[in-house]
């Protein structure tokens, strides 16, 4: 495993964007895939959006068009800009790494246990 922080959380109101970031702390890590899951207070953790070493995007379908993914391999830094928020966006935000990553009809399958390396979470709040 390795250790993963993510940052650039805070509170905005409806419409307005942040910008995430994970930084995974040794250098020579290159995990095949990262993602970024977020849980509400009172439910389940979810996956958001993922990216794989090649480039693959993946996103759920309620941040489709609103959400960006992207990453510096060569600083392992993981971003997820997020623009458009909703109130419902509001979650603690989780970056996730995995040394494999599962593709199922195109797609990076965004299932918490398929990622082994978990950071601490940053808050997003989005108030209407």
């Known amino acids: 495993e390795v250790e993963l922080v993510e940052s650039g959380g805070g509170s905005v109101q409806s419409g307005g964007s942040l910008r995430l970031s994970c930084v995974a702390s040794?250098?020579?890590?290159?995990?095949?895939?990262m993602a970024w899951f977020r849980q509400a207070p009172g439910k389940e953790r979810e996956g958001v959006a993922a990216?794989?070493?090649?480039?693959?995007?993946t996103y759920v379908e309620s941040v489709q068009g609103r959400f960006t993914v992207s990453q510096n391999a060569a600083k392992n830094i993981l971003y997820l800009q997020m623009n458009n928020l909703k109130p419902e966006d509001t979650a603690m935000y989780f970056c996730?790494?995995?040394?494999?990553?599962?593709?199922?009809?195109?797609?990076?399958?965004?299932?918490?246990?398929?990622?082994?390396?978990w950071g601490q979470g940053t808050q997003v709040t989005v108030s209407s």
């Open positions: 996730a790494a995995a040394d494999i990553v599962h593709i199922a009809n195109g797609r990076i399958k965004l299932q918490e246990s398929l990622f082994q390396s």
């Open positions: 990216i794989d070493r090649n480039g693959r995007t």
């Open positions: 040794r250098n020579t890590y290159l995990p095949f895939g």
